[in-house]
């Protein structure tokens, strides 16, 4: 998956929790601008799991402020997955 469709789809699983338009989105957007609470990053959480058939531990999202730093920890974890399949 290019980056741009990874950074797409994480924009559109937290529009779709928060039931606001995707372009109102963006990296930079900050969780307390959008009204993100611990339920809501649990929803979040379970929606881009499903999306991407990832694992994502709960610690590895605690403590992230802005929209990029998921885009960011997807990606790693894609990048982590595509490593350790076998060719």
């Not at 990296?27 to 881009?48: K, Q, Y």
């Not at 402020?65 to 997807?74: C, F, H, K, L, S």
Request: charged share 35%.
């Amino acid at each position: 998956m290019a980056d741009g469709d990874t950074r797409a789809e994480v924009i559109g699983a937290i529009a779709k929790v928060k039931s606001i338009p995707a372009e109102e989105i963006g990296p930079e957007t900050e969780f307390a601008e959008i009204h993100v609470d611990s339920l809501d990053a649990i929803e979040i959480l379970f929606e881009l799991e499903e999306r991407f058939d990832l694992s994502v531990p709960d610690e590895a999202v605690q403590g992230m402020e802005r929209v990029g730093q998921v885009i960011e920890a997807v990606e790693r974890a894609l990048a982590e997955r595509a490593e350790a399949a076998p060719d």
